[in-house]
DNA sequence: TTGAAAGCGATACCAA
DNA sequence: TTGGTATCGCTTTCAA
């Protein structure tokens, strides 16, 4: 019943509780163990007494003595969210793999939600953070850097913010590419639902898509609406019937959320795509290919985007600290909803 | 820079650190303090200092004194599931409510894998799990029993197993009800595409249906079929063609992942609901709306299911100790796709 | 290569 | 109501 310490590896072992914790804490390289300054028999025989009477350690006690913890906080706006929580589940799996422990939290796209968030994690001495900026968390982010605590920005930028690493998407090319396959198939008055989160990966994408209609000499006919997540459902019925009032042709959708409301209010219409009007959405779905002509959408790579985070965290936790900025490319999966225009 | 301990505060406040811990950890009651014998202008005064100097805990140092942490650990299958991304949100805010700190990790449906997070996660000391079991994960999960800890079963039973709390749907009736629907619609010859996870939830899901069946009359076209989540996109095709061959009328399928393999499979055949296959799905989603008939399916209570962990989970830890089972009712949602059969 | 001993910052026990 | 002090289990000098 009594959990087994390293007294007791020790004293079973006759060796001190220093070569324990030496052997304990030694990583193995291709061969055996090299960072520890312990007689590799000794070492063996230390193993093998842990392993026989079931020693863990005691992360609580390491921690505290040492400062670190081996566990990293993932901060998503929504860990039901399904970018997020596909993210997730890849840099959950990455962090087991370099050892660290992970603690999750959803801000709720609130400041003070992510702060209070933050404030319990930091009680355990996280090692690091990767965190979705939310608007108006900036400072919480900052004194977390200025504590010195390694934070990963993931999927939003916080423009001038150094000292930090990054995981991005090219959201700007993600705009582009969504107008310009509309474009090309000859629509013209090509319109945006998106949020006002005011977070710069949704602020890149219309931007991405407002630079390409003006390339194309259509500036004419940009147009963003804005919802919220909250109210998107009331809002955007009104919102495709205005639009198709005014002749709209085709819309590019900037999250998955709304991409699937949007068709879903389209179903219940009577619209379909592309003759209704032509439609990009976002992030990758069955769903997608649900539709009597599949919905073309902007694809973003979860898993590189996961895995890049804990790497980014990993060396700056490791000491290199070396910050870096990721940004990772989408891709444009086609779909009937944006079919060549018929004259 | 350095972090402020219960010794700063204590001194500037001209108390003991016996005193600054008492208050620390006092709970307010509807009025003031309470439950510390306390001063309440020392009290006071002590809250202030703490404040002003920013002082936060240091769980590892608590964790290791007390041996209790203020965190839970939650063991899904797979953070990215729907099913699971949704209820770990709902724990995750309630968890926070009671002043609980998360760990996720996800097993995987391994029970190796749901062990080496379990003992990861024991390491910190953890005060309680919320887990779904996976296949043979029985053992592990005595094991956590056996050492005293906390543990609640998620979405899925072990039988047998007392001295855990459970949180379960009544999925026998929800296969009942996902039957009985089809049957009284007319369709009699209907069948399961399923999982062969060996586990409760689907097991009584299926119970359901062949009872339903039986009760009326129909056990001859009692059909399962089974494949696994990595198979099933190349499985339910020929599933589909097989089915189709032998003249069954209808599918009940017992996940939300199956309903949309499934759906978008007939979609690729040129197939639709009622007419080629009545259909009632799983789990609640956006998506059951944008079929050209609704698809028919069965609602879980993700929130009830989520905060009644959290509940449970909290009562066990809190001493009271008792352990509860809690079955949940699902809900039928109906939809076009099981509309009453042409003659 | 090995070991002794000094803490890390809280809580818990006992005494005042 | 308050305060002193011995831990909790580990890591980390420092010395042997």
Redesign the interface.
Known sequence: ?KRVTIKDVAREANVSVTLVSFVMNAKRDENGRLDCPVNPETAERVLKVARELGY??????A??RSGR?N?IAVIPT???NRFF??V??YI??KA?EYGY??????SDEKASKLE??L???????IDGVIVAPVKGSRPAIQRLVD??IPVVLLDRDIEGMTDVSKVLLDDFVAGRMATRVLIENGYRKIEMISYSLGISSLLEREKGYADTMKAYGLEEFIRIAHTTYGSREEDVLGLIKDAQARGTEAFFLPTYSLS??V??AM??MGLGTPDDFAVVGFDNS??Y????NTVAHIRQPLQALGETCVELIHDMIGGSGTKQTIVLKPTLIPGGSVQKRKP
């Open positions: 019943m863990r350690r005691n992360e609580a006690a921690s505290l913890s566990a929504d860990i039901s929580s596909g997730s589940r959950e799996s087991s422990t992970v603690f999750f939290g959803s209070s968030i404030s319990a994690l930091l009680s355990y001495n504590a010195g699937v409301q068709l879903s179903k219940d069955h769903v290919r649900l539709f009597s």
